[in-house]
């Protein structure tokens, strides 16, 4: 592997995960055994909750590639219910660690947006113990002979999107200095070299100007096309939609020659392709490499081309107009959020009804779907006859047997519910 596919593969910005709860512990069917006491009753305790699937945000990390490795992540299961009502211990939580900036998404709904350090989402519940049979006492039934199995957890597969929470982007032509920029303003240190696409993953640098903290993002160079997918930029302009101020390098000398009017007008025009928001961000053109001659004639050009543009000639390499760069940034990012670059209101909550269950026909037989009925299947201890007469009597209350007579069902056909199947009896 090559030394810029190595480097490369260090960022990732986007991956699917499957993340499962803890399945509850198994419920106990036991009764009390001692000298002298004459029925001593049920004492079989109920089993522990399974763990939950929490997704944090930490600040020290950068990329999803962790979280890329393994990404099936399984919470730990509930202890089983032991005699004597001993309860069994819950199942440990289960942390992610993911950047600050990370989006969840289901189904490609957005969950949450991770933006702030330590930010915590529950993804995945862990199911609930189940019950012993010391549970089950009642008046009528002081002796009872059935437990439950632990409900399983909850089980989704999420898609993280990362989004890199910066001040500032710099954002260009390959070439144009803006990984030697970000080096000489931060303690950052990207690969810099003489080829185009030196820059392979966005870098991070944070910068102090007199006590005010900016934090730079270096998205890798822009080229024609790049909302298309030509190119790598493309691959990262979702990194600057976060950014406040976008900071456009432009080489004096052009790029593929092209004059630097030219590859401000290109550049610009991909960001309004890619996104009209994008676009519309607060915008400063930087005159790179000022010190190698032409320097003066270049910035009055662009500055007579983009009126509305605040241009400044700096030398990346050398400082030269450093200091009023970062004065500018600061005194920028110190005016109140636009409208445009604030948070979007969240979604008003919605409640969705759903039914118990619901039958299907299908070439085999009959399915019965519905969270309810798949819960009871799946936490019913089908090799004791009290907890089938339990299942059978809450399946006949729900209308289950109905439902299936409407459908056609006849004796002897085959019924499955979740993992569970049995042959239908009027």
Known sequence: MSTESRDRSLFVDHVRI????????????????????DRGGPDGGSGGKGGDVYLMADRHRRSLLDVSYTPHFHAEQGVNGQGSNRVGHGGEDLIIQVPVGTMVFREGKLLVDLKNAEDTFLVARGGRGGRGNASFKTQRNTAPMLSEKGEPGEEFHLDLELKLLADVGLIGMPNAGKSTLLSRLTSARPKIADYPFTTLNPNLGVADW????????????????????????????????RTRLLMHLVDINGF??????KNVRLVNQELKLYSQILAKKPMVIVANKVDVGGGEKAVASLKRHFKTKKVFGISAVSGEGINSLLAYAAKELARPMSEETEPAAAEPLRF????????????DGFVVKGAKVEKLAAMTN??????????QNILKKMGVEKALARQGASPGDNVRIGKVEFSYES
């Open 352 to 363: 969705v009804v759903e039914m118990d269950y619901y039958v299907e026909r299908t070439d």
């Open 210 to 241: 007199h006590g005010v903290r900016i934090v730079f993002a270096d998205i890798p160079g822009l080229i024609e096309g790049a909302h298309e997918g030509r190119g790598l930029g493309h691959d990262f302009l979702r990194h600057v939609e």
């Open 256 to 261: 593929q020659e092209k004059d630097p009017i």
């Open 382 to 391: 089908f090799g004791q006859r009290e907890a089938l007469r339990r299942f």
């Open 18 to 37: 499957a993340a499962r709860g803890g399945r509850g512990g198994d419920g106990c069917l036991s009764f009390r055994r001692e000298k002298y006491v």
